[in-house]
């Protein structure tokens, strides 16, 4: 699976921003996927993830309320749109595809494919 994130931009806070993340290949209604963040000087964090049929998600407590995951699995893509953007959320956002699916994994590790990221600035 290869994934192409892309919605990204400068917003003010208070703001809203729906990013976008584009699978290739057969298998993407296989795979779980996720969204992570990565803010400057800081690790990686989960945001927020969503089961194979869309059915279970869950959202990192900094974004819960604000933010929604969702996925078509006809056309390959995972969304996350995220309203009243607060400058904390500023990062470089990734997603990712797991095979795991017993469970919404939180865990970056159990994440096997991740797209490039796309930036997220939101100024206050």
């Known amino acids: 699976v290869q994934l192409q994130a892309s919605g990204g931009g400068l917003v003010q806070a208070g703001g809203s921003l729906r990013l976008s993340c584009a699978a290739s290949?057969?298998?993407?209604?296989?795979?779980?996927m996720g969204w992570f963040r990565q803010a400057p000087g800081k690790d990686r964090e989960f945001v927020a993830a969503i089961s194979r049929s869309g059915g279970r998600t869950y959202y990192a407590e900094s974004v819960k309320g604000r933010s929604t995951i969702s996925r078509d699995n006809a056309k390959n893509t995972v969304y996350l749109q995220t309203n009243s953007l607060k400058p904390e959320d500023t990062a470089v956002y990734y997603c990712?595809?797991?095979?795991?699916?017993?469970?919404?994994?939180?865990?970056?590790?159990?994440?096997?494919?991740w797209g490039q990221g796309t930036l997220v600035t939101v100024s206050s």
């Open positions: 990712a595809a797991t095979p795991i699916t017993v469970v919404v994994s939180t865990k970056m590790m159990d994440y096997d494919y």
């Open positions: 290949g057969r298998r993407f209604s296989l795979h779980a």
